[in-house]
């Protein structure tokens, strides 16, 4: 296992050792003893999740308060942009925010920590992302800000003129100055 910190230093990418022969591939998509020796955090993760999108399906930006969720990102089937937000107001990088690129054909995984806001743009005619989360989801907890806040100016690879598909949580999220946010 390969830890590459990214400019929010929080946010790892995770990239899997790949052992390959005549038939085929495999690598651990996790190991948590792996895991912990490679970044020093040895974590528990309760729940999974699975999502399928559609070309230009926007999900985010979402992240939970209390419990703060972690994520570990990783796609199964197609490509996406994916995105991490600091929402932690103590933070020096408060509102600052990380995209990569994440596919199918690539052993790579994104830790996105509890503290931060995590949304994706699916790039391929469909895409399949699992998540390993850190906390259950609470539902009373949840939270989204708006995909297109100016003050977060994320850089979207959207074609011009292009308007992602949105959910209906996602077409109202508030912008990050009217939302509650991590202290």
Do not use: C
Not at 35 to 45: E, I, M, N
């Amino acid at each position: 296992m390969k830890v590459r910190a990214t400019r929010l230093p929080e946010v790892l990418i995770i990239e899997s050792r790949v052992h390959t022969d005549a038939r085929g591939a495999l690598f651990e998509s996790w190991n948590r003893r792996d895991f912990a020796a490679a970044t020093g955090l040895d974590l528990d993760f309760p729940q999974d999740n699975l999502s399928r999108s559609v070309r230009g399906a926007l999900r985010g930006i979402h992240y939970q308060l209390a419990p703060a969720q972690g994520k570990l990102v990783r796609v199964l089937r197609g490509r996406i942009f994916d995105v991490a937000v600091d929402l932690r107001r103590s933070s020096p990088r408060f509102g600052q925010w990380e995209g990569i690129t994440l596919d199918a054909a690539s052993p790579r995984a994104l830790w996105i920590p509890p503290g931060f806001g995590h949304g994706f743009l699916a790039l391929s005619a469909e895409a399949e992302v699992l998540y390993k989360l850190s906390a259950l989801r609470e539902p009373a907890a949840e939270r989204a800000i708006a995909w297109d806040d100016p003050q977060l100016g994320i850089d979207w690879p959207l074609a011009q003129g292009e308007a992602p598909v949105l959910s209906p949580t996602d077409r109202a999220a508030p912008r990050l100055a009217a939302a509650a946010v991590y202290p």
